[in-house]
């Protein structure tokens, strides 16, 4: 088992920045892959994922405004949020899940709770 806890998470301006960070316990093994989703009413999107190596994709709809990166040796992982919109508001979550197929569109083992972001006009 695998547990993901978000974090940083709050309300921004339109045009601020945000880092979300997620921290991950138990059969670290299982966290080969890792991603960001976004929940906005009853839609998810995969947003972002990343390899243990570092290999990231992104979602169009986030490309050139957010990265995602990973600290191994912390079991952590971080989405940084620039140039924020207010569309942008949702919940966020991280995943993880085994294996060598890493994209932010397949399906994924583990999931955090979530964190809500929050763009105002």
């Known amino acids: 088992q695998v547990q993901l806890v978000e974090s940083g998470g709050g309300s921004v301006q339109t045009g601020g920045s945000l880092r979300l960070s997620c921290a991950a316990s138990g059969n670290i093994d299982d966290t080969t892959c890792m991603a960001w989703f976004r929940r906005r009413g009853s839609e998810r999107e995969g947003i972002a994922s990343i390899t243990r190596n570092g290999l990231v994709t992104y979602a169009d709809s986030v490309k050139g405004r957010f990265t995602i990166s990973r600290d191994n040796a912390k079991n952590t992982m971080d989405l940084q949020l620039k140039s924020v919109e207010p569309e942008d508001t949702a919940t966020y979550s991280c995943?993880?899940?085994?294996?060598?197929?890493?994209?932010?569109?397949?399906?994924?083992?583990?999931w955090g709770r979530g964190t809500q972001v929050t763009v105002s006009s």
């Open positions: 995943a993880a899940t085994p294996g060598r197929y890493c994209e932010h569109t397949r399906s994924f083992r583990y």
